[in-house]
């Protein structure tokens, strides 16, 4: 019975082997094609981040290029992009721009990105802070104040610059209380860089304030 059992054993066990093997080569190529998949997609992932690198390494190295010829904006207007690298070479034209006294420009290219749905809203919301800077009397206070006031909204990733702008804006109308409270407000928000804090801080003592006060 022991040699009987063995020999089944031995017969079942050679069977099944056979089974093995011809399922292998029958669905075998299913798991070689997934291995492959698997590493080409890894390889096609490692290319495509070494792609971006190079890109982006390219783009700033032309920048850097541009804004040290004799005529930054006309360089930078001749490097090829397309869209937030697009964005933010207007960034840096309209900066120039309004560097050269050219604010009509400036403002122009500036409410051009800050109008483009396609790019982030953080690029967005900075072009339009930007042309509240730059726009002088090519503004009108109320869109001026409106720009303002939305780009203050809590939570919009210049909340302060904006904040700031506005308490410069009571300032200029006269509003000397007004400009008081919103540079206290400056003070007490949570991620007012030191800096800001110490505009805010003289912009309280020159208007006769106290930054301590509550």
């Given at each position: 019975?022991?040699?009987?059992d063995?020999?089944?054993?031995?017969?079942?066990?050679?069977v099944?082997?056979?089974?093995?093997?011809?399922?292998?080569r029958?669905?075998?190529?299913?798991?070689?094609?997934?291995?492959?998949a698997?590493v080409?997609?890894?390889?096609?992932?490692?290319?495509?981040?070494?792609?971006?690198k190079?890109?982006?390494?390219?783009?700033g190295?032309?920048?850097?290029?541009?804004?040290?010829?004799?005529?930054?904006?006309?360089a930078?207007?001749?490097?090829?992009?397309?869209?937030?690298?697009?964005?933010?070479?207007?960034?840096?034209?309209?900066?120039?721009?309004?560097?050269?006294?050219?604010?009509?420009?400036?403002?122009?290219?500036?409410?051009?990105?800050?109008?483009?749905?396609?790019?982030?809203?953080?690029?967005?919301q900075?072009?339009?802070?930007k042309?509240?800077?730059?726009?002088?009397?090519?503004m009108?206070?109320?869109e001026?104040?409106?720009?303002?006031?939305?780009?203050?909204?809590?939570g919009?990733?210049?909340?302060?610059?904006?904040m700031?702008?506005?308490?410069?804006?009571?300032?200029?109308?006269?509003?000397?209380?007004?400009?008081?409270?919103?540079?206290?407000?400056?003070?007490?928000a949570?991620?007012?860089?030191?800096?800001?804090?110490?505009?805010?801080?003289?912009?309280?003592?020159?208007?006769?304030?106290?930054?301590?006060?509550?």
């Amino acid at each position: 019975m022991h040699d009987s059992d063995s020999f089944i054993d031995e017969v079942t066990e050679e069977v099944r082997r056979d089974r093995l093997w011809g399922l292998f080569r029958k669905y075998g190529w299913i798991g070689v094609v997934a291995i492959l998949a698997l590493v080409g997609g890894s390889a096609y992932v490692e290319w495509q981040k070494a792609s971006a690198k190079a890109e982006a390494e390219a783009f700033g190295d032309a920048v850097l290029a541009a804004l040290q010829t004799e005529n930054p904006a006309e360089a930078l207007q001749a490097i090829p992009a397309a869209g937030p690298q697009e964005a933010l070479v207007k960034l840096l034209t309209a900066a120039q721009a309004a560097e050269d006294g050219k604010r009509a420009a400036a403002l122009a290219d500036l409410r051009a990105v800050g109008a483009d749905a396609s790019l982030p809203d953080s690029l967005r919301q900075l072009a339009r802070l930007k042309a509240v800077l730059v726009a002088g009397d090519l503004m009108s206070p109320e869109e001026r104040t409106a720009e303002l006031d939305e780009l203050a909204n809590p939570g919009a990733p210049f909340r302060l610059l904006a904040m700031e702008q506005q308490a410069l804006a009571a300032v200029a109308a006269g509003d000397t209380a007004a400009a008081i409270a919103k540079a206290r407000e400056i003070l007490a928000a949570e991620g007012a860089t030191s800096g800001l804090q110490q505009r805010a801080t003289e912009l309280i003592v020159a208007l006769g304030g106290d930054p301590a006060a509550a």
